[in-house]
């Protein structure tokens, strides 16, 4: 069964720090590019960072730059995302998404699957 299940969400606080996994099985995250994408209340989805398959060229936006790191295990099969310094402005619920045969994209549509999505909260 294919299946991206992401974990690590949770509740903390301003400055404070949270690791996200995103776990693929069915499948091998080592051929996709995957991206983590972020969804605030009221707002649209929006991509945070994504990590190409093959050379593991990476893209973070502007806002997260410096803060968030991704990396990829493949013993696991899981991708990470440290995410530090966390601000107010960085809750919402955190999906990742695996894509075939696609780079450097934070098109949706283009991602063939998506996880369930792991709340972060950030408190001030």
């Known amino acids: 069964q294919v299946q991206l299940v992401e974990s690590g969400g949770g509740l903390v606080q301003a400055g404070g720090s949270l690791r996200l996994s995103c776990a693929a099985s069915?499948?091998?995250?080592?051929?996709?590019?995957v991206a983590w994408f972020r969804q605030a209340p009221g707002k649209e989805r929006e991509g945070v960072v994504y990590?190409?398959?093959?050379?593991?060229?990476?893209y973070y936006v502007d806002s997260v730059k410096g803060r968030f790191t991704i990396s990829r295990d493949s013993a696991k099969n899981t991708i990470y995302l440290q995410m530090n310094s966390l601000k107010s402005s960085d809750t919402a619920v955190y999906y990742c998404?695996?894509?075939?045969?696609?780079?450097?994209?934070?098109?949706?549509?283009?991602?063939?699957?998506w996880g369930q999505g792991t709340q972060v909260t950030v408190s001030s």
């Open positions: 998404a695996a894509g075939f045969a696609i780079r450097s994209t934070f098109i949706l549509a283009q991602y063939d699957y």
């Open positions: 990590i190409n398959s093959g050379d593991g060229t990476t």
């Open positions: 069915g499948f091998s995250l080592d051929y996709y590019t």
